[in-house]
């Protein structure tokens, strides 16, 4: 059964880094049928997915235009782990956010328990 | 402004059918299949249909969904308390090379 633990800091400040990191158990990052997102929700914008990373013979990254300039995603195959860095974040960036496994059909369905990130001086 | 239209809320007494739609165009859901998500607050988000029609194991069979052309529905059938939730449609677009969310429909069930 796939888990993903989400760990990082609750606040930051604007203009800084927002980094966020996904363990995964029950499955591995260099999976060939898995995809790795994150996706965040606020009341304003609803679920807002930013990218995702997966491994097809090497690593792919695809990201959300809104987002394209200041994001990225990595894996880390030493420790079966995604990483989640925003820079640059406003109070706009503020909110819930996920990472998720991606499955055949495009399906999201193993979810992280959510970070509550809150960009504040 | 979301690339594909949700109602931004319906409602529906208990026992009644609810029906949500979502509409996108031929870059998203006209090429490619649609899962819908439920979101309760404070907990992560459940799919609950993929692939326009198809509901994972688990999922009641009150759930059901659709798609025509550009737009697809979920249906929700014998409206219960506990379906009362944010609903999002979900699909990859080919223009933006990007999965899109819908606006969200938040359902009350009265």
């Known amino acids: 059964q796939v888990q993903l633990h989400q760990s990082g800091p609750g606040l930051v400040r604007p203009s800084q880094t927002l980094s966020l990191t996904c363990a995964i158990s029950?499955?591995?990052?260099?999976?060939?049928?898995?995809?790795w997102n994150w996706i965040r929700q606020s009341p304003s914008r609803g679920l807002e997915w930013l990218g995702r990373?997966?491994?097809?013979?090497?690593?792919?990254?695809n990201y959300a235009l809104s987002v394209k300039s200041r994001i990225s995603i990595n894996p880390d195959t030493s420790t079966n782990q995604i990483s989640l860095q925003l820079n640059s974040v406003t109070p706009e960036d503020t909110a819930v956010y996920y990472c998720?496994?991606?499955?055949?059909?495009?399906?999201?369905?193993?979810w992280g328990q959510g970070t509550l990130v809150t960009v504040s001086s | 402004q979301s690339v594909l239209t949700q109602p931004p809320s319906t409602s529906g007494a208990p026992g009644q059918t609810v029906t949500i739609s979502c509409s996108g165009s031929?870059?998203?859901?006209?090429?490619?299949?649609v899962n819908w998500y439920q979101h309760l607050p404070g907990t992560a988000p459940k799919l609950l249909i993929y692939?326009?029609?198809q509901r994972p194991s688990g999922v009641p069979d009150r759930f059901s969904g659709s798609k025509s052309g550009t737009s697809v529905s979920l249906a929700i059938s014998g409206l219960q308390s506990e379906d009362e939730a944010d609903y999002y449609c979900?699909?990859?677009?080919?223009?933006?090379?990007?999965?899109?969310f819908g606006g969200g429909t938040k359902l009350t069930v009265l």
């Open positions: 029950g499955d591995s990052v260099s999976s060939n049928t898995a995809a």
């Open positions: 998720a496994r991606e499955g055949s059909r495009e399906t999201l369905g193993n």
């Open positions: 692939s326009n029609n």
């Open positions: 990373t997966y491994y097809r013979s090497k690593w792919f990254n």
């Open positions: 979900a699909v990859w677009d080919d223009s933006l090379n990007g999965r899109v």
């Open positions: 031929s870059s998203n859901i006209g090429s490619n299949t």
